[in-house]
């Protein structure tokens, strides 16, 4: 007995700390808590860590102590900005709303002797109630965002501030929402002899089909004596959002289409044109203000910083009560480099009223058209 009580004194010892919490000190100075309840207090079961040792010299806790809570400033960050996004999504959905409500409240005011009363009043209070709902939405996105601003400003704060904002701060108030779960339903397509076996070289997903390459304007200016190629104009992605299907009645909200322009052999820019069905986009997006950014990020995460070059206040097409934004960004020869390999994944987009994300459907549009241009 006396001989183990030496072994684990010259290996480890109990001490009490500032706190009057127990601890196990060991030779290297590091420690861990003393647990009694467990069946094995000291950790010294064969091949089991006994976790991570935290120093116990006053200036290197204190360093130690200042890395653990940089490291959760920044998760509360990052979870901070992806909540203030989602709440951005929502009072943006939430306009959007409002504004459609609006524009049939109007359009049932023109033709009130064939209009039902009741779906009018009806129609007067959702109007009201997704009023109230954009207002709330717009409070609850500043108070995320001006909390995920303080976040990242707490990243580097001094130790003792960072220290006393952590303990005041609930994490799970400012945590995103999780999205649910699809449910899918097993469907019963038969015996399997009547299909035919596949076969992953005929899959176009796998081995697509060579890219068509379509320059639709192929000329040289007279006066300036530059040669202009244009590629095809392909759609990029389309999108509705889920609270506003019952209005669309089949419509897609927002459509982008782009193309890729060279100019001399070298100065290439990108062409997107977005199509949004409501006669209030001007209001709710506002366009996209000549020098704000547009983003790609591809499949492996590289983002490519865009910057719009031209000022279009949107056009409006009455057959359809629809805008068009277009946008022109000039692309570098080292972001045409880049984007000759990659794939797009999604594309953010930085309207006057805020940015947006969208999930880019044709993730070769970029590696195509310059391919075409530049072989």
């Not at 069946?39 to 360093?63: A, S, V, Y």
């Not at 108070?143 to 001094?158: G, N, S, V, Y």
Request: aromatic letters at 10%; proline letters at 6%; charged letters at 30%.
């Amino acid at each position: 007995m006396v001989g183990t009580g030496l072994a684990t004194l010259f290996a480890q010892e109990i001490r009490t700390n500032e706190k009057g919490e127990k601890i196990i000190v060991y030779p290297d100075g590091s420690w861990r808590y003393f647990d009694e309840a467990t069946q094995d207090p000291f950790g010294q079961k064969q091949g089991e860590p006994h976790g991570e040792l935290i120093p116990t010299d006053p200036e290197e806790r204190k360093k130690y102590e200042d890395r653990k809570n940089q490291e959760r400033a920044i998760w509360i960050a990052d979870r901070a900005t992806a909540r203030a996004h989602q709440l951005q999504q929502q009072y943006r959905l939430a306009r959007q709303r409002h504004l459609a409500l609006e524009q049939e409240l109007q359009n049932m005011k023109k033709l009130d002797q064939v209009t039902d009363k009741k779906a009018r009043q009806q129609t007067e209070k959702q109007l009201k109630e997704a009023k109230k709902a954009e207002k709330t939405a717009f409070k609850n996105w500043q108070k995320a965002l001006k909390f995920a601003h303080r976040a990242e400003q707490m990243i580097d704060a001094p130790y003792k501030k960072k220290k006393k904002w952590l303990a005041q701060i609930d994490e799970e108030k400012y945590a995103p929402t999780d999205s649910p779960k699809p449910q899918f339903t097993q469907l019963d397509f038969g015996p399997a002899e009547k299909y035919a076996v596949y076969d992953p070289f005929q899959d176009p997903l796998l081995h697509p089909p060579p890219y068509l390459c379509q320059i639709v304007r192929d000329e040289t200016d007279d006066f300036t004596g530059k040669r202009r190629r244009d590629m095809r104009n392909e759609e990029l992605f389309s999108f509705t959002p889920a609270p506003l299907r019952p209005y669309m009645k089949g419509r897609t909200f927002i459509r982008c289409s782009a193309s890729i322009s060279d100019v001399s052999g070298g100065l290439a820019y990108l062409t997107l044109n977005f199509h949004i069905a409501s006669p209030n986009a001007h209001k709710s997006f506002g366009g996209i203000p000549r020098g704000n950014f547009i983003l790609l990020q591809t499949l492996d995460g590289t983002q490519v910083r865009l910057r719009n070059t031209v000022s279009d206040p949107g056009t409006y097409t009455a057959s359809d009560g629809s805008y068009t934004f277009r946008a022109q960004c000039t692309l570098s020869a080292g972001q045409q480099a880049l984007l000759k390999k990659s794939e797009i994944d999604r594309m953010r987009v930085f309207w006057q009223a805020g940015y947006e994300d969208y999930e880019i459907f044709r993730v070769d549009f970029f590696r195509n058209q310059l391919n075409c241009l530049y072989p």
